[in-house]
């Protein structure tokens, strides 16, 4: 989950569809990982996190997957709206008990 | 309540000028953090603290770079001898206490280093 660069991978959908983001993680040893909202000009905002002993978690419209034998990690969306429109980051924490290592970005676009 | 506030929100200095950024965490939150992002990619750990102590500092680029939190609340983040290579945006994070806990991000300082 390293960031590769300026061309982050982007997701279009339309208002109303599902939306999928996946994020592949680095370190095995991660115990907790954690999905983060990014609009322009803003900090990242905390959407959901999962810790390790998890496979799944729900929250509102949002459900997070991880699968720690494959170190992958998604985050759906249901009846995404144009407000969801942002970068999306996953990050783990692993190395240090505080440090987040975040993943490359991705950019949904939600077109009404 | 009042979020993470970060000062000022933009800079620009010349290279080779000294920079301070200044965050405010969360009223109770021990832990405080600091990031970089740069353009295109995703926030980048610089050095945390638990109370006034750095308990890790191991994302800090080099010497140029030093942060404090003399009183366990407001944090500086110092800039010695600015580089180009110094621009982007500093991001300061708050939690109740550190570990697998939600960190709240502030809005950022854009550095801008000419």
């Known amino acids: 989950g390293e960031s590769v660069g300026l061309h982050l991978p982007t997701l279009s959908v339309q208002e109303g569809d599902n939306s999928i983001i996946n994020c592949a993680y680095s370190n095995s040893a991660s115990d907790y990982f954690i999905w983060y909202k990014q609009e322009s000009g803003k900090g990242p905002q905390f959407i959901i996190d999962i810790r390790s002993n998890m496979d799944k978690r729900q929250g509102q419209r949002v459900t997070v997957l991880l699968n720690k034998t494959v170190k992958h990690l998604s985050l759906q969306i249901a009846a995404t709206q144009p407000g969801d429109s942002a970068v999306y980051f996953c990050?783990?924490?692993?190395?240090?008990?505080?440090?987040?290592?975040f993943g490359q970005g991705t950019i949904l676009t939600v077109h009404p | 309540g009042a979020g993470v506030s970060q000062t000022p929100s933009n800079k620009v200095t010349e290279k080779g000028k000294y920079v301070e950024l200044r965050c405010d965490p969360i009223?109770?939150?021990?832990?405080l953090y600091w990031y970089r992002q740069s353009l295109g990619q995703g926030p980048e750990f610089l050095i945390y603290f638990q109370g006034t102590g750095a308990a890790d500092d191991s994302g800090l680029p080099n010497d140029r770079f030093f942060a404090v939190r003399p009183e366990g609340s407001v944090s500086t983040l110092k800039i010695q001898r600015t580089e180009r290579g110094d621009s982007a945006v500093y991001l300061c994070?708050?939690?109740?206490?550190?570990?697998?806990?939600?960190?709240?991000f502030g809005p950022g300082t854009r550095l801008t280093v000419l």
């Open positions: 009223s109770g939150h021990t832990a």
């Open positions: 990050a783990e924490n692993g190395a240090s008990y505080g440090k987040l290592t």
């Open positions: 994070a708050s939690s109740l206490t550190s570990g697998r806990n939600e960190q709240f």
